[in-house]
């Protein structure tokens, strides 16, 4: 489900019309294509939402309340035709899905957003290999400006259409695209001079292909969407693992809290496997979920004696917990 709300004052050409056209850009794009058999249909449905913010999707889950069991992932647009020249501190944030609800749409979207963040953007390294153009793999409007990309993945906030799909008890995975910090938000200055036809085309791209990946995730996909889960969950592990570490250096007293947070991530990883189920058709992909998820057993076992061993030698003494 694509969404993108109407409801804001007379001014609101980014918040949220940005959005609004999006959706429809992106409904008109993905329909041309399939149309002139440049892209296949997807397998599942792509739902465009055109609602009024937040309460629309409250107001429909209660009306139908079985309907989020037919719903995979929604991705949300609010704000996504910010001008980055305009404000330095503009940056387009993609939120990753809460913890407690983690899925395999986090990896499929950090993989796609970061795929248009570096084909927008350049430094020496790029110059260095051997390219000589503005960016490797340009997304420009031609009445847009020639600003980099600058995007960024974030925590999840819950101040957007994203949170009615991501709340108990609906609990389907939801993210948004929200620019963040802006000073024209609910202002008069929120009109079209302030709207970048390139940055809008940007984050069209990067919606469009999140949600066409999703929709059309088949035998053929499941193998990279899977690799993706996985080599992205031991990193994310990586940065727990550094983090309790980090803490135990400082104080004798957090071993508890360092544990626990190693514990909660390889909890959080087995949920975006587990996932994949949501996509997985034959014995073949189970199979591999089922080895994915020992292998982060493994993880998470290794982890742990990490922090025992880094205790005892930080410390000269073995760690307790209390009872």
């Not at 993108?4 to 004052?9: A, F, I, N, R, T």
């Not at 999707?57 to 139908?64: I, L, P, S, T, V």
């Not at 970048?196 to 053929?220: C, S």
């Amino acid at each position: 489900v694509l969404t993108g709300h109407l409801q804001e004052e007379k001014f609101s050409a980014n918040d949220d019309s940005s959005g609004c056209a999006s959706v429809l850009e992106i409904g008109r794009a993905l329909t041309r294509l399939i149309r002139d058999g440049k892209i296949s249909a997807p397998r599942r449905n792509i739902r465009l939402w055109w609602v009024t913010e937040i309460s629309s999707e409250r107001q429909y889950f209660a009306d139908h309340p079985e309907a989020h069991r037919s719903m995979m992932v929604n991705i949300n647009q609010d704000m996504v035709g910010a001008n980055q020249g305009q404000d330095v501190l503009r940056t387009q944030n993609m939120t990753r899905v809460p913890f407690s609800n983690f899925h395999f749409l986090n990896d499929v979207a950090e993989s796609v957003l970061e795929f248009v963040v570096e084909g927008n953007r350049n430094n020496l390294s790029v110059i260095q290999a051997g390219f000589q153009g503005l960016y490797p793999r340009p997304i420009l409007s031609r009445l847009g400006t020639r600003h980099r990309y600058h995007a960024e993945i974030i925590p999840v906030h819950l101040n957007s259409d994203h949170m009615t799909f991501s709340e108990a008890p609906i609990g389907v995975p939801g993210i948004t695209f929200t620019n963040w910090p802006d000073n024209y938000i609910h202002t008069s200055d929120d009109d079209l001079w302030n709207v970048d036809p390139t940055q809008l085309q940007r984050n069209a791209v990067a919606v469009a292909m999140i949600g066409y990946t999703i929709a059309g995730a088949d035998q053929e996909s499941f193998g990279r969407i899977a690799a993706e889960v996985a080599g992205r969950a031991q990193q994310r592990l990586g940065t727990d693992y550094r983090l309790a570490l980090a803490w135990i250096s400082e104080s004798a007293e957090v071993y508890p809290q360092s544990l626990f947070q190693v514990q909660e991530a390889v909890k959080r990883e087995r949920l975006a496997v587990d996932s994949l189920r949501e996509i997985a058709e034959s014995d073949d992909q189970e199979k591999l979920i089922r080895g994915l998820m020992a292998q982060l057993s493994e993880s998470g076992k290794n982890l742990e004696d990490g922090l025992f061993q880094y205790f005892e030698t930080r410390w000269g003494m073995v760690p307790s917990l209390p009872d």
